[in-house]
């Protein structure tokens, strides 16, 4: 299971490997790849993901970003 984060701040739960998703994104563009879903079939563009990330234990991957960090 991999957990697939895009631009617009959507996390989606696709149903193979790592690395099979990365290979399935390639290296970006505007056409669109289908991945297989939790609840089916969905439609990407590559361009569109910002992170891939393992989900070994499912529902546990995420990203937290910390309120009081200074960007320099």
Do not use: Y
Not at 5 to 15: E, T
Not at 26 to 50: C, H, K, N, Q, Y
Request: aromatic share 2%; net charge negative; no cysteine.
């Amino acid at each position: 299971m991999t957990v697939v984060r895009l631009a617009n701040g959507a996390d989606m739960s696709i149903k193979l490997e790592l690395e099979a998703v990365k290979a399935a994104l390639g290296g970006g563009g505007t056409d669109f790849v289908e991945l297989p879903g939790e609840d089916g079939p969905v439609l990407v563009r590559p361009s569109a993901v910002i992170a891939v990330i393992e989900d070994a234990k499912r529902g546990t991957a995420g990203f937290r970003v910390s309120a009081g960090a200074a960007t320099g």
